[in-house]
């Protein structure tokens, strides 16, 4: 125990153990160590079973650093707390519980890409194509009904008088009836049928409310409807729930999180106590009032206080870059000088808005030779090899998994062709069984043939497959799936570059295996399928290696590091384009910028490009706003040194070009802006006419008749007003 590490209002929080608790404070002010403690605590001072204490996370990274803080703290005892995210912990409960909800118990989960392809093969049963209606759409309407604890038959009532919501509710009919054949479940359905399950049956609900008596959450600022509706039931009997957030972290309304649990859960739960925590531990005081004065901005948040007893430190770094190629160099040339004071590649991070900035910057790190990693883009899991081999672990754990089927029958290659998939597929729905065991009918289906003994072939294979499951260790399983279905020497003979970094990454899922058998307490199929199906590139435990990291702020939340670079500070970018005209995204974007400047320890840089090569186009975006809106005495505006390397020459000589563009810009820019009304008909002369439905200053949205929306600054352009 650390008590006497703790600051006093910390302590109170800590010792608060009874009755609902909300902490409500500031980044870096120890809301996530108050937990940790909190559970080493209740364990060692108040004698609670580990087995009673449920804490949740947001990421499974950080579910790993506070069982192992958590550990540090209290020793081997800190295992039987269950510590997870609501996704993890949701399958926990439903692998001991499916039968009640008529699911079997290895159930498989199914990612984002085969949530896509069971919706698409859904609408193409239903007969609507493409057009009609957009997968990415249906998908996530489904999912935000999920989120909401919107059934299938709710949605279908709600629906009538709409003709799209109408043919959505028929997907999601049917959608869900085919994840139940399936045995699989998508990750809405996670929480979704745990919710279900505890509605349905009062006395499994009983169980777990009686096991757990003290819940906490954490980051409870992001928690969507149904995690909220999970925490209440699950803490009704005890009542002993502490919720830790901060309101200015919301970041993920975009994906129905709903900032009112954290701001009314003191009329959600009954005698609520609030503890203030106001000192900052983390970052000096000229980032924590950088960070200050940019969220004041925002309307409508509670005010909060925060203090901190450490220096001002350095002032904050913006630079303007001429380009993106003189901005990433900026960026890796100011790490090289660092590293050169003492610092450790794994001090930095840098941070972007959107996955696709990446690029730039890892070129520029690998130009200048600095160990980096990216988080996010393409997650391990989801890359072709890994998949196919988990759909064939997937088949092999649960037979009903038609989508994993569908997916390996031909890979590689075996000569059965789409037309005998979709027959056999056919079969299948009309006897109400899983397409492998529909096999067993292929001399009835397709007649005698080449594909037929070929599919026969793949069940005989699977079918011994199943039997080794049943007695080899995962590791070695995956062995035999590799050799007995030719997928490794295929890629061998194929011999290009990318066959071979296939390969690399096979063999990288054989060390993931190892570790999960060395590390697992269940070490079955079924929880390593689990594990690599919930878990994301962030997850991994490397605090021993020296790499610095580029990765989205979403994903940065909670984490911290010396020094902070928060690259692409431009209009359009961030806040992105989708915002600038909407007040409510625009706050999101801002809180976005709290949390990018709150991660930073001791030093923050800030830099934008003036133009910006990104997705095939060049733009020239202005500043960020969120770089305006910091105090002008906090930060320093760095000049540019020019640098002697080409690449940087090629740069400056890119953007001497976007100079005299902008010097024309500059020059129209001297005009006022229109003042015109929304609703107003305009014409514009490139454009031609359209409608005004929006406008934040000079600057108005318009739905043109032929081009879509636009955004046009009326002291750029003029628009001729036509009613
Ligand atoms: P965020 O809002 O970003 O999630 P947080 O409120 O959860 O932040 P923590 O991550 O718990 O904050 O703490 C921030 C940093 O301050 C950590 O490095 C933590 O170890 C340190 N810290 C917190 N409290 C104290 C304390 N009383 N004494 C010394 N260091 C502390
Ligand atoms: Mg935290």
Sequence with gaps: MELDKLNEKQKQAVITTDGALLILAGAGSGKTRVITNKIAYLIEEKNVNPYNILAITFTNKAAKEMQSRVEDLIGIDSKRVWISTFHAFCTRILRYEASHILYENNFTIYDTQDKQVLIKNCMDILGYDKETLNIASVASEISRAKDSMVSVDDYEAEATSDYRNSKIARVYRLYQEELKKNNAMDFDDLIYNCIRLFKLHKEVLGKYQDKFEYIMVDEYQDTNYSQYLLIKMLSQKHKNICVVGDDDQSIYGWRGADIRNILEFEKDFENVIQIKLEQNYRSTSNIINAAGTVIKNNEGRKDKKIWTSSDNGDKIT???????????????????????????????????????????YEEAFMKYKIPYKIFG?????????????????????????????????????RGIGAKTVEKLEQYAREHSISMLDSIEYISQIIGAGKAQESIKKFAVMIGALKAFAKILPVSELLEKVISSTNYENSLIEEKTPESQSRLENINELKSVIQEFERTSEDKSLSDFLQNATLSTDMDEDDKKSNYATLMTIHSAKGLEFPVVFIVAAEENIFPSSRSVLDESKLEEERRLCYVAITRAKEKLFITRAKSRLLYGKTNCNLSSRFISEIDKDLVINEKKEYYVDEDSKQAYSLHQKYIEKYKIMNEHKKDEPQDIKIGTKVSHKTFGKGMIVGKTGGKYSIVFDKVGVKTIDTSVVKLEILS
Excluded at 333 to 352: H, M, P, W
Excluded at 378 to 399: C, H, S, T
């Design 318 to 360: 913006i630079y303007e870059a001429t380009s993106e190629n003189d901005e990433s160099l900026y960026v890796a040339q100011n790490i090289r000088k660092l590293t050169e004071q003492g610092y450790k590649y794994s001090d930095f991070a840098v941070l972007y808005r959107a996955n696709a900035l990446s690029r730039k």
């Design 377 to 413: 883009g393409l997650k391990f899991y989801d890359r072709m090899e890994i998949k196919d081999i988990l759909a064939y672990l997937r088949l092999i754990d649960n037979k009903n998994d038609d989508v994993s089927l569908k997916r390996i029958i031909n890979v590689p290659k």
